[in-house]
């Protein structure tokens, strides 16, 4: 059983930038992909970005491209903390941002298309308004 706790979220201006937090914990982290997932009010939930087991690859939504990054810091096997580094925030990026794992078979390898998720976060809500 993993635990995932997303942290960062809030209001923010267009133009402006923010940064999440997955707190991941639980064994197994070592063969985890991990995604940003978000969903905006009325629409499906969207993956977004993931990087993979080894950290060595990142993988992102045309949506995102260019003004998101994600990045993963690895303490050890049962730690990881993961970020999403959010720029020039547009009011269409208002969503609710979830972390969620995937166990993989290659650790070089994620893709945002991804099914069949393992765990999921609580959701952190990112309000992007003047």
């Known amino acids: 059983q993993l635990q995932l706790v997303e942290s960062g979220g809030g209001l923010v201006q267009p133009g402006g930038s923010l940064r999440l937090s997955c707190a991941a914990s639980g064994e197994g982290l070592d063969w985890d992909a991990i995604f940003w997932f978000r969903q905006a009010p009325g629409k499906e939930r969207e993956g977004i970005s993931c990087?993979?087991?080894?950290?060595?690859?990142?993988?992102?939504?045309d949506s995102v491209k260019g003004g998101f990054t994600i990045s993963r810091d690895s303490r050890d096997h049962a730690s990881v903390s993961v970020y999403l580094q959010m720029n020039d925030l547009r009011p269409e990026d208002t969503a609710i941002y979830y972390c969620?794992?995937?166990?993989?078979?290659?650790?070089?390898?994620?893709?945002?298309?991804?099914?069949?998720?393992?765990?999921w976060g609580q959701g952190a809500l990112v309000n992007v308004s003047s």
């Open positions: 969620a794992t995937k166990s993989t078979f290659f650790r070089s390898l994620c893709d945002v298309r991804a099914q069949s998720i393992d765990f």
């Open positions: 990087i993979s087991a080894s950290g060595s690859n990142t993988h992102y939504a």
